[in-house]
């Protein structure tokens, strides 16, 4: 198909009139300063579809269901108690229909990858399915299902706490071991579309051990390693009484952290821990939506941008699902506490810095294209509109996409299927059906 | 007209199946646990409308245009600069067409009465139009043409800091005298419909005296009285250097707050400073996602809540145009800066506490009638969306629609008419095409 973009963001900046004529999932071939021809679609601004470097699927079910205090004080280990409730009950036909919504809502936000950290591998009593991949089989399927393009992190999770202490009840749908991770892992690449990756998410200090995430990190050479780190204060607290490191100072001294490498949350960080993880060229998978409601605290924005540090955008929680809204939090989040403005851009474009930064860091992390508007790269675009007709050519258009309140998402091409379209997907009355039905069975 | 809710919040709490009789722009009827009716508007869950207490109409012309950094730190005061370039400009048919954009966006946001803090009075060169309030009139027309109700504050401006020092040319627009102003609250008066309210809105501590403030208020008694205070650290060191004092000290001390007045951001505050506002049973007008883009700081909701504290919220700015979006922003303010999560509910639900107080005071400080769905009150209502079906009848629906991912507004009734339908104001389409044109002459 051919669509003709008033402007676009191409690789040596915006331009007017350009005509994309995609074939075959990749885009073919890009023509500036052209006039639409008859068929082609009319397209706003256009975009390169963005990664969205951090998802757990499942939980967009309890989207908004957590928001109660009660007797005590509320904090992420109340949250969790709550999220494990959920995650308990899930069925694999429930996983399939709540994550197909999730995706959905993805590419209508103007995602086209998604990097699944999945970690509900079995079943309900912590035996496995007779498919020991039948959870990470309806992930794909999901994927398959909504046109998402997948980067599948299937979890491994041995341990309770730094110790090791061992694993609780509510984790017994998690656990594995290195021979029984390797076998999910195999089976994963048997499910793999050419556009999908298949990585490997040691979940965190605390679910795994120093030596058991090296034994990975070398089992799986230069596959995307995805783990949690630094989110709660708490952790960081664990980890000095555990070793007398802080978590952060404690893997990059001990793993080997490199650009494959994605360091979720990272919140908290020393001067010293912002330098490495940038010196290492690793990314920081920031959750700034799913950070901000479960009060990990503010991510030290500004050293680390000054560092060269390198970042991708993740929907973590699914609370909401906005790739515009996640810049905006971060940069939010920044000004509430520095009593300041525009804190992350260095100069020019706070909206382009943290939209165009994001999408080389998530797809990094995602072990995935950079995403651009280029023949031969995946056509995976996003199609942005102004009711205001602006028709503006340069950066403000990411500006008043992530901070203002005109331009939404109105189609979107994943590997050139025209998924979204009016700011609908296309199977979306279908998939919210099936989720809505696995949803108030479990609620 | 009739409507049918499947659940709907009454006075007494949440009701299923209730029926709604409206007549004459007031509810005329309820009735809870009742099955539709032939020729009923099917609808889901039934809020009251909210009131909007704080709004610069105009500003949401320039909505996403201001978040690029140039050479120095950027700062509320180099958005004011920018914000002023924009006002100079401003045409009253312009003024009029943005302001329907926003009362548009507001109605489909949920909320049906907005509080106009309204200062751009005069011609560009600061001379008065032929009809000193032909600003004014024209608010009250994007009022009448959108539907919403209005509390119309306009502005008295004199000075352009503390001393007091002369107003800056930037200001130009904005500045009366106190015998000018009384004739335009005047003439507002007489442009009021029956639910349309007039205050006065002395700009703040930098552009009024405290002699003009006391003397406003006494010459206008009983009227909603609003003032921008404390917001900018720097304005609480500007007034501590002048007086020895900081804003709202300061205002306490000597000027006559009670319940009627109404302190638009409040940010920076001692606990004294917290306990007198609340002690007086003035509203505080927190403007939470306009107070993140601005770089303000993080409101005190925790002590100021415990001290019975009265509160509303306000677009202001209009960067955004979101309720639920007000409530979430300052509830993820406390979450990021406190590491912990339901700050502002004692118990029980956050996302009700924060709706319900809000809308309790922002129509304290709009002088209008407390939101509520009761036989006698104005048919300013809203009707949540819920594709998931869960079909809750309690405060889960408000934590999902302030949190979550599922719940919009589908329907708002203002004053009886039925203006949003399927989540479309009846009158956008022309209304945008004017501001849209306004806003290209202008940018």
Tied chains: 1, 2.
Excluded at 406 to 434: E, K, N, S, Y
Aim: net charge negative; glycine share 10%; aromatic share 6%.
């Amino acid at each position: 198909m051919t669509l003709h973009a008033r402007t676009a963001l191409l690789p040596e900046g915006w331009a007017r009139d350009v005509r994309l004529v995609l074939a075959g999932g990749r885009i073919e071939r890009v023509t500036a300063g052209t006039p639409p021809q008859p068929g082609d679609h009319r397209a706003g601004s256009v975009i390169p579809g963005l990664p969205n470097l951090h998802s757990h699927a499942f939980q967009r079910g309890f989207s908004g269901l957590t928001e109660q205090r009660g007797p005590g004080p509320d904090s992420f280990w109340t949250w969790r108690e709550m999220m494990y409730r959920f995650a308990l009950n899930l069925t694999p036909e429930a996983m399939q229909a709540i994550a197909a919504l999730a995706y959905v809502e993805m590419l209508e936000a103007g995602f086209t990858r998604v990097g699944e950290f999945h970690y509900l591998h079995h079943r309900p009593d912590g035996s496995r399915y007779d498919d020991p991949a039948e959870m990470s089989c309806r992930i794909f399927a999901a994927a398959e299902e909504t046109g998402i393009s997948l980067t599948h992190l299937p979890v491994f999770y041995a341990h309770g706490g730094f110790g090791p202490k061992p694993a609780g009840e509510g984790q017994r749908r998690f656990l594995d071991d290195i021979d029984g991770f390797a076998r999910l892992v195999e089976a994963c690449d048997g499910m793999a579309r050419g556009q999908d990756r298949v990585g490997l998410a040691p979940h965190s200090l605390r679910a795994a051990t120093m030596e058991q995430i090296t034994a990975l990190a070398q089992a799986f050479p230069g596959r995307p390693l995805h783990l949690h780190i630094a989110e709660q204060v708490q952790e960081v607290e664990d980890c000095l009484a555990f070793c007398d490191q802080r978590p952060v100072a404690y893997l990059l001294d001990r793993a080997p952290v490199g650009p494959e490498w994605c360091l979720i949350h990272a919140t908290h960080l020393t001067p010293a821990e912002v330098q490495g993880i940038a010196d290492r060229g690793a990314v920081v998978g920031l959750c700034p939506i799913t950070e901000a409601n479960l009060g990990d605290g503010i991510f030290p924005a500004e050293p680390f941008l000054a560092a060269g540090g390198r970042f991708g955008f993740g929907t973590d929680s699914n609370v909401q699902i906005t790739a515009a809204g996640e810049a905006r939090m971060l940069e939010y989040s920044q000004r509430l506490h520095r009593r300041a403005r525009n804190l992350c851009a260095d100069t020019g474009s706070t909206g382009a810095r943290l939209v165009l930064g994001a999408a080389r860091g998530g797809a990094q992390a995602l072990g995935a294209p950079a995403p651009q508007i280029a023949a031969g790269a995946p056509a995976d675009l996003v199609a942005l509109h102004d009711p205001m007709g602006l028709d503006m050519a340069d950066d403000h258009v990411l500006d008043r996409w992530v901070f203002g309140r005109d331009l939404t998402v109105a189609d979107v091409w994943a590997m050139g299927r025209h998924v979204v379209r009016d700011g609908r997907h296309i199977a979306r009355d279908g998939i919210v059906q099936a989720a809505a039905k696995a949803c108030r069975a479990l609620i």
